[in-house]
């Protein structure tokens, strides 16, 4: 089922960040970036027709960064933060109106989780335990006398060793779609189609460090 979203990309896509890819315009348009980033006012950038390599950036502060090769001025637009999208696999709509933009946009994201195959390797490690130090502290009292005696506390040690682990990579494609549609005919006039390879380790075992 297709949601209409105000262009709820920010969170579902915080884990992949961005996604490289090709933008093809398919005549002259007309972006809405902010002029600062603490500015209120915003700015027109032209994208004259032609193929574009992109970078679509979905930042930590629910922003959407566009950067087209060859245009100077990235485009930035706020995305909404009550909203999501599952990126596993989903369709959306954002209306342009609604994020200050002329045009309005036609998604698609998916993602595939391949697993690799399971190692064992043995690796460095370090833990930390605490033991007893004490040390002789001294003093001169009331009477001229030197006093000394013994001060006990526990302090963190630190202990290297090696331990036993069983793991595997798990790699994320998520791939996304994005239409740039004319309101009044919602005719496509651009269209972005780019990826992100995600790779990291999961750990099924590990023995005790030691």
């Known amino acids: 089922m297709k ?15 961005n996604l490289e890819g090709t933008f093809k315009a398919k005549q002259d348009l007309v972006f809405k ?51 999501d999208v599952n990126d596993s696999n989903d369709e959306f709509f954002i209306q342009g109106s609604t994020v200050k933009q002329i045009y309005d946009f036609d998604g698609r994201i998916s993602s595939e989780v391949t697993r690799g195959d399971s190692r064992r390797e043995r690796e460095s490690c370090s833990y930390t335990r605490y033991e007893n130090r004490c040390r002789r502290v001294c003093h001169v009292n009331d009477r001229g006398r030197r006093v000394c005696r013994n001060h006990c506390s526990r302090e963190p040690v630190t202990v290297y060793g090696h331990r036993d682990v069983e793991f595997y990579y798990s790699t994320k494609n998520t791939t996304m779609r994005l239409k740039v549609l004319e309101p009044s005919t919602s005719e496509s006039v651009g269209l972005f189609q780019g990826n992100n390879v995600s790779t990291h380790r999961v750990v099924t075992y590990e023995s005790m460090c030691r």
């Not at 949601?3 to 960040?17: K, P, S, T, W």
């Not at 960064?65 to 909404?80: A, F, H």
């Open 33 to 83: 970036t902010k002029k600062s980033i603490f500015s209120r006012k915003y700015v027109s950038v032209k994208v004259p027709q032609k193929n574009y390599s992109a970078v679509f950036d979905f930042t930590k502060f629910g922003n959407l960064q566009i950067d087209l090769s060859g245009i100077s001025k990235t485009i930035k637009i706020n995305l909404p933060k009550d909203l």
């Open 3 to 17: 949601h209409i979203l105000l262009l709820v990309l920010a969170l579902g896509l915080g884990a992949c960040n």
